[in-house]
């Protein structure tokens, strides 16, 4: 039986004043884990280092410290998803909103009264997912029709786990096949080989953390778990025949996906509505055999 992978609850940094801290620890208990920071750079440092994925920031703070710290933070961070919570008014408030929204912060939540936090809850909740994951989702969701639901529990595995995944044999295991038969599968069917799409993903995966300026070489490398960065430079050279920083130049997330459409469906949409690599459908569809549908 393949399954949707489970969810881990998220960790998110924050940098709230102390009362705002005790509410959102309140009202996220069993939902997500909140760090609690005092500085930008702290968080900064957290969000480079994969320890969180969600930044929480108090309009309150931003009225009372460091403008140019937050300022800072918030635009070396564009693809990450950044929540500001407004718990009090004063008469700064409307210039602060201003500059964070100019600074690319879409998401104000007044939690002035009970029915904010729900708010907030929600919106941390749709933001647990893995914020790359849901970039590619988005960009693949048109072809999800045009395959069989086997191979779209592929793709949706591939996208999931390539965060942290970089073998077929590790990805075979967490679908629960025996890697030398889903090779042997796709190569039967006429498609590249899981090996291709796990690599092409991994690096569409890290062009869009290269979007977050404040990421260097090293910090999309520990991301993506690469033992080192010399180590993820040589898995561009091979896939892509570019250096890591030329790469990083070249390529945005979206550009990166639409290669990964370009190269690994399109070609291959008629092979992809009948074949099912999980229960053993392999047989060609130009050699005139029946297949199955979703």
């Given at each position: ?20 801290q005790i509410r959102v620890d309140a009202a996220g208990a069993g939902l997500y884990i909140a760090e609690h920071r005092l500085e930008p750079s702290q968080v ?185 960065p010399q180590s993820f430079g040589r898995h561009v050279r091979r896939v892509m025949g570019m250096t890591a920083l030329q790469f990083r130049r070249e390529y ?43």
């Amino acid at each position: 039986m393949h399954e949707t992978p489970a969810r881990k609850l998220t960790t998110i940094s924050t940098i709230l004043t102390p009362p705002e801290q005790i509410r959102v620890d309140a009202a996220g208990a069993g939902l997500y884990i909140a760090e609690h920071r005092l500085e930008p750079s702290q968080v900064l440092a957290d969000v480079r280092e994969g320890r969180s994925s969600v930044v929480l920031l108090s309009v309150r703070y931003c009225e009372s410290n460091q403008w140019n710290d937050v300022s800072r933070m918030i635009r070396e961070i564009p693809r990450i998803p950044r929540i500001a919570i407004l718990s009090e008014e004063t008469l700064r408030t409307p210039q602060v909103l201003l500059h964070l929204g100019r600074e690319g912060v879409r998401d104000v939540v007044d939690v002035r009264s009970p029915s904010g936090w729900e708010q907030l809850r929600r919106v941390l909740l749709d933001d647990q997912a893995d914020w790359v994951e849901g970039l590619m989702f988005s960009g693949l969701e048109n072809r999800r029709m045009r395959m069989t639901s086997e191979c779209w529990l592929f793709l949706e595995a591939v996208l999931r786990y390539s965060s942290k995944v970089g073998s077929v044999r590790r990805l075979a295991g967490k679908l629960g096949v025996v890697p030398s038969t889903l090779m042997s599968r796709f190569y039967r069917a006429g498609l590249p080989t899981p090996k291709r799409y796990l690599a092409v993903v991994r690096l569409v995966r890290a062009a869009f953390l290269f979007e977050n300026s404040g990421f260097s070489i090293a910090n999309v490398a520990n991301h993506l778990d690469y033992s080192s960065p010399q180590s993820f430079g040589r898995h561009v050279r091979r896939v892509m025949g570019m250096t890591a920083l030329q790469f990083r130049r070249e390529y945005t997330g979206e550009r990166m996906l639409e290669r990964f459409r370009a190269e690994l469906v399109g070609p291959y949409e008629q092979i992809l509505s009948w074949f099912r690599p999980f229960s053993g459908n392999v047989i060609r569809e130009s050699e005139g055999h029946s297949h199955g549908g979703h």
